[in-house]
Nanobody
Framework: QVQLVESGGGLAQPGGSLRVSCAAS????????MGWFRQAPEKEREFVAAISWTGTSTAYADSVKNRFTIFRDNAKNTMYLQMNSLKPEDTAVYYC???????????????WGQGTQVTVSS
């Protein structure tokens, strides 16, 4: 069983930056993709970004492209999401997930974290 713990959320001003992290522990496949999703109040959970085991393959939602960067440190079993040029519409609970491949489809991920709140407001 895989456990995922997100951290690093908080409050940022519009135009500011935040970095969220996701630490994985427990039983995982030898190699796994990881992804970030987010859910704002009264909205569906949406894909943000994903990264392959080696980090050579990444995917981003159009809404965050060129502002967010996903990366990972496999030695630490940790994935990160660097968020720059934040906008109020980025406000949401951010969830990390583990899956077999890089995909935007949430049902393809087999483990999820509990989420971390990111609020962008002046």
């Amino acid at each position: 069983q895989v456990q995922l713990v997100e951290s690093g959320g908080g409050l940022a001003q519009p135009g500011g930056s935040l970095r969220v992290s996701c630490a994985a522990s427990g039983r995982t496949f030898s190699s796994y993709a990881m992804g970030w999703f987010r859910q704002a109040p009264e909205k569906e959970r949406e894909f943000v970004a994903a990264i392959s085991w080696t980090g050579t393959s990444t995917a981003y939602a159009d809404s965050v492209k060129n502002r967010f960067t996903i990366f990972r440190d496999n030695a630490k079993n940790t994935m990160y999401l660097q968020m720059n040029s934040l906008k109020p519409e980025d406000t949401a609970v951010y969830y990390c997930a583990v899956g077999a491949v890089v995909t935007v489809v949430p049902t393809m991920y087999y483990a999820w974290g509990q989420g971390t709140q990111v609020t962008v407001s002046s």
